[in-house]
């Protein structure tokens, strides 16, 4: 492979980083005010995300490295269990990971860009969805290029918002203290919290999204825990310094329930017109996470029809050297899940069933510590991040399931069909 049709390294770093910072961090907030009315506890929150995720991108860094292949959990968990679970994996993927993402991030940018235009949203996500495929149609390169500048623009408006409060004197305040108060400590113990964790594992979603692209990366032993672990250490900063800005401009009252939480605060600090100017570029920048599902995506299900001959069709490849039937496919159930589903639902449906195979995976490094020779890169402090990622998925799972039994359910039934479709693919 050519290195017209490699990844580069900016481009692997800006594909974690596009992956992650997209509808959650600018909508999740709205339901976490409710159940933690404190700023302390709120960082918290994020803080512990960021550990989460950096445990997983670094165990992900050694796993991927010790494969060198493209596929991700699908092609992984294949490899360390049985391929039944990595299929199941890769159908997870592309029906909730990446299809039911990218149809959440559709409906965000419709939102906001609602504000500027008045088109209706779904119309907008739908526009969008197309508009960004298309845009991968046309190779590695093409795609490579409009992901860094897209993802520019989004960190670019993420520096304007945290440096605004700064600069403007016309507008009261919230003035909420971030250090910890009496009661904090409760907050954090709390079912509240576990359950609001689920929204922000949702934000987090994409730090191993380099780990998709692996076999498409130049260099994977090196680029490849570079892009994992620059990616997420950037989101976890980007995110605590964006999460306090919210908090400092706008009440809980502002906040609470709110979905489009950049446009909350961007019409309170610039006022309508200057704020209805913003709407339309945070929907621009979320295409930056649109475009990063478009490139990974595809990959798993091109990875699966190599591996099962009913499948092959997903393999064809167009002029440019892009899996375009994969991208067909993808393009077209996000869309239909844009007409069908609610923002809310699809959020909790992901952030539950992505975590479940994200932890066997995780627990994976065990079997892979054992069975393989020793990989490029290694993970420090094992075995204490893997076990730590565990132990807090579980946590937050059971609390979910606790509070919303029936989102567990619809995941488990996901799980169930793709071990079904892969007993009639796998046949003889």
Partial sequence: MSSQTKYTLSVGITLVIANMIGTGVFTSLGYQVGPLPSGF???????????????????????????????????????????????????????????????????AIGEYAHELVGIPVKVIAVAAIVLVSSIHWFGVKTGGIAQNILTSLKLGLIAVFCLAPFFVSEISFSHLSFLPQPGDSDLIFSKGFAISLVYVVYAYTGWNAAAYITGNLENPEKNLPKSLIIGTLVVVLVYLLLNGTFLYVASFSELNGKNDIGNVVAFKLFGPTVGAVFAGLFSTALLSTLSAMTIAGPRVMEAMGEDYPRLKTFTSKNKFEMPYLAIIAQGGWSIFLVVVSSFKEIIQYISVSLSLFSMLTVIGIFVVRKKLPLSSFRLPLYPLPPLFFIVVTCWMIYFEFTENPMVIWYSLGTIASGLLVYKAVSRK
């Fill in 41 to 107: 506890a709120i960082l918290c929150l994020w803080a512990l995300g960021g550990v989460v995720a950096l445990c997983g991108a670094f165990t992900y860094a050694e796993i991927a490295s010790s494969f060198k292949k493209s596929g991700g959990e699908y092609y992984f968990l294949g490899q360390i269990f049985h391929p039944s679970l990595g299929f199941a994996a890769g159908w997870i993927s592309l029906l909730v990971g990446f299809a039911g993402a990218i149809s959440a991030v559709a409906i």
